[in-house]
């Protein structure tokens, strides 16, 4: 039953259905074949259950958030001071397309909005300074994925709901392992850059006096992050409720900076509206899926078989990362995510792994699944924002950060403190 199951699922994708159409027939080809009850007929109320939670109103309130920072224009001026304070290590504004990708980060909530935006604002820099085409977009579509892991995270957000966790807590978990994955992407781009200098480009020097001034330009967005983090660390406010004030102050910044117009709202509303009804299609389609299992018996067949095979919680830990790794290559993270968080989660749970550090590592395996090819889609996300050239070089420049992204993922089993260490200091 679970080989039939994955079968039609790749089946589905292959034709080319949207992935929450090929779920909801998947889970009604399942039930007509294999269930004792109609169970699709409940598809009504599976759907408004799972989209009338409190907390899944703050996914479209960060969305509108990183429209409304996208289309304020303080990428530009972001990128051009980090560009002054890192262009003069071996690798040049290349650090810059790390940085700016994780500041953003912390205001979109978003990987495909970060590497879009901070994208467009670099490209540029390629034949401007000189750099080797295949690293400088390969730092692009790696910094990206930093929208999951760095609060505030739309994944991160639905995670909290499938497994029942705390996204405050998530949020904290996912800040140093952020960080340090940022620091990691730096690394890996100066090692290249001092092995391979033609590939380097030329590195920019600046005045103290011009990196000072350019200073002003990452300002607004750690406001928002103070605004957003800050409102609910300090008890304030809700995740959903620091979402609808990050919204105020990115209307405030875009009002201050003279882009605040009806049809620039317009545009913002109208991307949110596309992008939160793809989420929440997927999610309403998973869940019903999910019911689906549950009642024709497949996940108590799963659970019993995972019991049977004796694996150590260790053992585990590598299977389920070798899965995610290889699903990642052939399905849509954020499908993928839904899809097999409720089914693989509450295993991990038994074996005794931490409901945070999990969630985190579970950010990870997705961002490397947004660089590994061919499937990922912020390699497409670079490749359509450069609009020129082979998607090759794209794929083969992201190579060197899916190798990042495996040691992060060693080093968070091995130091489960680095995701579990704010939360347990600030709970405490």
């Not at 074949?33 to 009504?44: E, I, S």
């Not at 994780?102 to 990987?111: E, K």
């Not at 082979?390 to 495996?406: T, Y």
Request: charged share 10%.
């Amino acid at each position: 039953m679970l080989g039939t199951a994955l079968l039609l699922l790749l089946v589905l994708i292959a034709l080319s259905l949207p992935i929450a159409a090929a779920l909801g027939v998947l889970g009604v080809i399942l039930d007509r074949t294999y269930g004792f009850l109609p169970l699709y007929q409940a598809a009504g109320e599976v759907a408004w259950t799972s989209s009338s939670g409190f907390l899944l109103m703050a996914i479209p309130l960060f969305i509108l958030l990183g429209e409304l920072m996208l289309r304020s224009g303080v990428a530009d001026a972001m990128y051009d001071a980090l560009a002054k304070w890192l262009g003069w290590l071996p690798g040049g504004v290349m650090h810059a397309n790390t940085g700016a990708c994780a500041l953003f980060a912390a205001t979109s909530g978003s990987s495909v909005a970060t590497a879009a935006t901070i994208g467009t604002v670099a490209l540029p820099q390629i034949e401007r300074h000189g750099y080797g085409p295949r690293l400088f977009l390969g730092t692009l579509a790696a910094g990206g994925t930093l929208g999951i892991l760095i609060p505030p995270s739309v994944n991160m957000i639905i995670y909290g709901i499938l497994t029942n966790s705390s996204v405050p807590k998530l949020y904290l978990a996912g800040i140093l392992p952020g960080l340090l994955l940022a620091m990691l992407f730096m690394a890996a781009t100066i090692t290249i850059s001092l092995l391979r200098p033609e590939v380097a480009g030329r590195r920019v020097s600046y005045s103290w006096s011009e990196r000072l001034r350019g200073t002003t330009g990452v300002i607004p967005p750690i406001i928002i992050f103070i605004l957003v983090i800050g409102s609910i660390y300090g008890g304030w406010a809700t995740p959903t409720e620091a979402a609808a004030l990050g919204v105020v102050g990115a209307l405030a910044i875009a009002a201050s900076r003279g882009r605040l117009s009806i049809k620039m709202l317009t545009e913002a509303a109208e991307a949110t509206v596309v992008t939160t009804s793809m989420i929440m299609l997927i999610i309403i389609a998973a869940y019903f899926l999910n019911m689906i299992l549950a009642g024709i018996g497949l996940t108590t067949r799963l659970n019993a078989f995972v019991a049977e095979l004796g694996l150590s919680p260790t053992e585990m830990l590598i299977a389920v990362i070798i899965f995610y790794i290889i699903l990642g290559c052939f399905m849509e993270t954020l499908s993928m995510m839904i899809t097999t968080i409720p089914i693989i989660a509450p295993l991990m749970f038994d074996l005794g792994f931490d409901p945070i550090w999990y969630g985190v590592l579970m950010m990870i395996l997705i961002e490397t699944a947004l660089i590994t090819p061919p499937i990922g889609l912020n390699l497409y996300v670079v490749q359509g924002v450069r609009g020129k050239g082979p998607m090759k070089d794209v794929m083969i420049g992201a190579l060197p950060f899916v190798a990042v992204m495996a040691l992060m993922v060693l080093l968070l089993s091995l130091f489960p403190g680095l995701a579990t260490w704010l939360p347990t200091i600030l709970s405490g």
